[in-house]
């Protein structure tokens, strides 16, 4: 049974970069043909798919989020991260790591808790 964790600071001041870590347990990431995800969910409002790098390493984003976002991993640790670059109020969220239920960027089916990032000055 895959098993996703995230972690990272709950507090980000605006203007900053807000880095979030996802540890993976019961499978590899470099497992094919698996997409690990990045999803966040602000307050009042639906699930957002921000992007997904891939058991290759390939990357793939949100066009409306592209341009401050970045997704990165580690291999040794198995664990995969997001960086959001500039952030505002508006990325306050609840921030998911997730992966997809049958491969092949399909829809996601494991998933982790969540991690609560408020953006405040």
């Known amino acids: 049974q895959v098993q996703l964790q995230e972690s990272g600071p709950g507090l980000v001041k605006p203007s900053q970069t807000l880095s979030l870590t996802c540890a993976v347990s019961?499978?590899?990431?470099?497992?094919?043909?698996?997409?690990w995800s990045w999803v966040r969910q602000p307050p009042g409002k639906g699930l957002e798919w921000m992007g997904a790098i891939g058991y290759d390493g390939s990357t793939y984003y949100s066009p409306s989020l592209k341009s401050h976002t970045s997704i990165s991993r580690d291999t040794s640790k198995n664990q995969f991260s997001l960086q959001l670059s500039s952030v505002t109020p508006e990325d306050t969220a609840v921030y998911y790591c997730a992966r997809d239920q049958l491969g092949g960027l399909g829809p996601l089916g494991y998933w982790g808790q969540g991690t609560q990032v408020t953006v405040s000055s």
């Open positions: 019961g499978g590899s990431i470099t497992t094919s043909y698996y997409y």
